[in-house]
């Protein structure tokens, strides 16, 4: 298959969270190319991993993770694949350059 595309559920969050799993076909490095889309809450790192293994070959690498905004229910899943696996590029929405905090 030159793509998939997977959408993960975790029926222990009770509110919407996303984490999207895809890896498609590069002939030029022979290989899939693994990528992650947002990691949905902490709850989600364990169905990242499970899915991974069952269906992605159980790498070693991740090529790319993308993060679309740091709220909880996106980037908290997150945290744990990156202490699991080698990531060779992270893509994150770097919102906090329009932040102002108060001194």
């Known amino acids: 298959m030159p793509f998939e595309i997977d959408f993960l559920a975790n029926p222990s969050v009770k ?30 790192a ?3 991993k499970k899915h ?15 993060c679309s905004h740091p709220d909880q229910d996106h ?9 699991l696996y080698n990531v060779r590029f992270i893509i994150w929405r770097s919102c906090w350059k329009r932040a102002r905090f108060r001194t």
């Open 46 to 48: 364990e169905s990242i």
């Open 15 to 44: 509110q919407d969270a996303d984490a999207i799993c895809f890896r498609f076909w590069n002939p030029g490095l022979n290989r899939y190319t693994i990528c992650i889309f947002d990691g949905g809450t902490s709850d989600y």
């Open 75 to 83: 980037a908290s899943g997150l945290r744990e694949i990156l202490e």
């Open 52 to 66: 991974l293994k069952n269906y992605y070959d159980d790498p070693d690498t991740i090529d790319f993770i993308f």
